[in-house]
T-cell receptor, first 114, second 116 residues
């Protein structure tokens, strides 16, 4: 099935650094979602975006719905050890009608060195 | 507390046996989903249901079956026909409606199935 292009695949950073990751698609989307998954657990929703150009924050996290509707990015400021995990983007393509299937990226694995 | 529960957390089965994974939600969501997660492959959709007594195949439905007899419950059966069943299985749910906010899926804690 279709997948989003999520990058980088992995990151290893020092505590306190800022982090940026992004997702791109070849088609336009009407929803972008960002999730975080801890090992052995289900993904937890971080930020949901529903409108092109929308910029939304959740604490130290900020995400934007790209103006072209084909991309989204997630920034984490001043990283801390508990930010460690896998971050997934997901989105719903336009033109899907009542089909609520999401398209998923392969994830960005984040490691933080204290 | 509202949420999605999956049980058990860990499940072991012998090869050739069918096994059913439980998923229950009390969020009053109409849609429910089953995903499979393997290392490095992200989430792949197995089946989904948008209404009771109706469900659709996802991208990797072969070797799996589901039922949706109640709004709250969406059990997944991993049959002996599934060639590589060992994986982490995730259940999710979302509300339905015209608003884009109905695209947001909420996940359970997952079940790790190991077939010996």
């Amino acid at each position: 099935g279709q997948q989003l292009n999520q990058s980088p695949q992995s990151m290893f950073i020092q505590e306190g650094e800022d982090v940026s990751m992004n997702c791109t698609s070849s088609s336009i989307f009407n929803t972008w979602l960002w999730y975080k998954q801890d090992p052995g657990e289900g993904p937890v929703l971080l930020i949901a975006l529903y409108k092109a150009g929308e910029l939304t924050s959740n604490g130290r996290l900020t995400a934007q719905f790209g103006i072209t509707r084909k991309d989204s990015f997630l920034n984490i400021s001043a990283s801390i050890p508990s930010d460690v995990g896998i971050y997934f983007c997901a989105g719903r393509p336009c033109g899907g009608g009542n089909n609520r299937k999401l398209i998923w990226g392969l994830g960005t694995s984040l490691a933080v060195n204290p | 507390d509202g949420g999605i529960t999956q049980s058990p957390k860990y499940l072991f089965r012998k090869e050739g046996q069918n096994v059913t994974l439980s998923c229950e939600q009390n969020l009053n969501h109409d849609a429910m989903y089953w995903y499979r997660q393997d290392p490095g492959q992200g989430l792949r959709l197995i089946y989904y249901s948008q209404i009771v007594n109706d469900f659709q195949k996802g991208d990797i439905a072969e070797g799996y079956s589901v039922s949706r007899e109640k709004k709250e419950s969406f059990p997944l059966t991993v049959t002996s026909a599934q060639k590589n069943p060992t994986a982490f299985y995730l259940c999710a749910s979302s509300p339905l409606g015209a608003s884009g906010r109905t695209d947001t899926q909420y996940f359970g804690p997952g079940t790790r199935l190991t077939v010996l």
